[in-house]
Nanobody, 124 residues
């Protein structure tokens, strides 16, 4: 089992940058495929990015490709999402998630463990 805690959200103007972090505790962090998802009010939770366990291969949604970058530091049990050139439509609660079984999955149901979320608000 693993516990996930996100941090780093906040309010930023359009065009600005934020980095959100996800710290894991419990079982070996490197054994989990990790992902970032987001959910805006009245909308379904959507895939943002994922990173594999061993190779660190990354996957990004088309809507964030070229602007967001997912990374992980297994020595620090931490995953990051660097968000640049933020847009008002990026406003959402951002969740990190972990799975023992998949690398790069874009499906929320493939992830077993979830953090509590961190709010990102982008003003126009």
């Amino acid at each position: 089992q693993v516990q996930l805690v996100e941090s780093g959200g906040g309010l930023v103007q359009a065009g600005g940058s934020l980095r959100v972090s996800c710290v894991a505790s419990g079982r070996t962090f490197s054994s989990y495929g990790m992902g970032w998802f987001r959910q805006a009010p009245g909308k379904e939770r959507e895939f943002v990015a994922a990173i594999s366990r061993a190779s660190g291969r990354t996957y990004h949604a088309d809507s964030v490709k070229g602007r967001f970058t997912i990374s992980r530091d297994n020595a620090k049990n931490t995953m990051y999402l660097q968000m640049n050139n933020l847009k008002p439509e990026d406003t959402a609660v951002y969740y990190c998630a972990a799975t023992e079984y998949y690398d790069g999955s874009r499906r929320p149901n493939d992830y077993t463990y979830w953090g509590q979320g961190t709010q990102v608000t982008v003003s126009s």
